[in-house]
């Protein structure tokens, strides 16, 4: 808009500032908390006392209605959407690819900013329907059963970058605007994808804050689990900061075992994760903490290792997720036999625990727990592979 420009079409919302020029460097609204977004609107010169209308407004189309361009804003004036498109942006993950298993699960590979990619999964189920986000591309704890953990860590994701996942699961399943009274889709998010959440908290954080506004996407606190491999003074916060549910990825009963499984348990050893767990705001038979335990063949699975299980959670409300081994190439592990993980969860059950073991959601398109990786990091260390073998002819 040229200083020359008559006044008469600006409306009284908006004043009169340049114009941005770069428009790949446009800041996305998506993301953004409240007080962000309210900084961003009087800074493109929304007047102060129309910006909690305006702002009110833009979230809910954003996370209600889940609009893509600023033309479908149709409360605001022209005005004020062409200041909103010559400054913002509505940006989401792309889908790069959309697999649907034979058992309705669907896994979305997602590029983001730089070209990076991301994989989530969305799980209907009887009762809900979860979304397996991730919060990182790659991951940095290299825990030896998990395919993700082969993938060295390129960067966290952003705000938008996590809130975007949920967006396009959405866009996906097509339930935006629903009426009172609809089924949700997207009842449930854990934050059980590629990373380690608490590596990247204060983004996770600022996410699930936009997921919990009661404004928009409005999902309770307690349909949202994150799962940690335990990284313990970043569990203290989620429960401060967040209040989500907390699952841990536990798979051992000693730290020898543990040591090698997961290794931040080097760093963290499983005493004092579990005083964290005992800490746990708001902890309670209603807000139990998820204990995750992968099934695997004569590593963690004997009686022994259930009766030591019950042993070390004594006294933390608690549920144990018992995850056979979703096999991936090149896997150093077997999945325990079904004969085995039955008797270990008669064992936990019978110590007053519940124990359910976990259906293989997806294990046909790779989407099933452990076995995310992106499928440029695939390609990638096939290039390599093969590079490696011709050189060696």
Known sequence: ?????PAAPITQDVLTIPRKQDASALPNLVGMTRDQLTEALVNVGIKEKQVKMRHGQIWQWLYVKGVRSFDEMTNLSKDIRA????????????????????????????RIQGGHEVEAVYIPETDRGTLCISSQVGCTLTCSFCHT??????????VAEIVGQI?????DLDEWDLAPGDKRLVSNIVLMGMGEPLYNTD????????????????LS???ITLSTSGIVPEIYRVGEEIGCMLAISFHATTDDVRDKLVPINRKH??????QACRDYPRLSNAERITFEYVMLKDVNDSDEDARRLVKLIEGIPAKINLIPFNPWPGAPYERSSNNRIHKFADIVNA???SSPIRKPRGEDIMAACGQLKSATERARKSRAQMERGIEGL
């Open 83 to 110: 200041r909103l498109a010559e400054n913002f942006q509505i940006a989401r993950p792309e889908i790069v690819t959309k697999q649907v298993s034979s058992d309705g699960t669907r896994k979305y590979l997602l």
């Open 269 to 274: 050893k499983i005493d004092e994760l579990l």
């Open 1 to 5: 808009m040229s200083a020359s420009a």
């Open 221 to 223: 606190r307690r349909r």
């Open 351 to 353: 110590a007053g625990y």
């Open 203 to 218: 983004n996770v954080r600022d996410a699930m804050k936009i997921a919990m506004d009661d404004s928009g996407i409005a």
């Open 167 to 171: 967006l396009v699961a959405r866009d």
């Open 149 to 158: 953990g082969t993938q060295k860590l390129v960067r966290n994701l952003t």
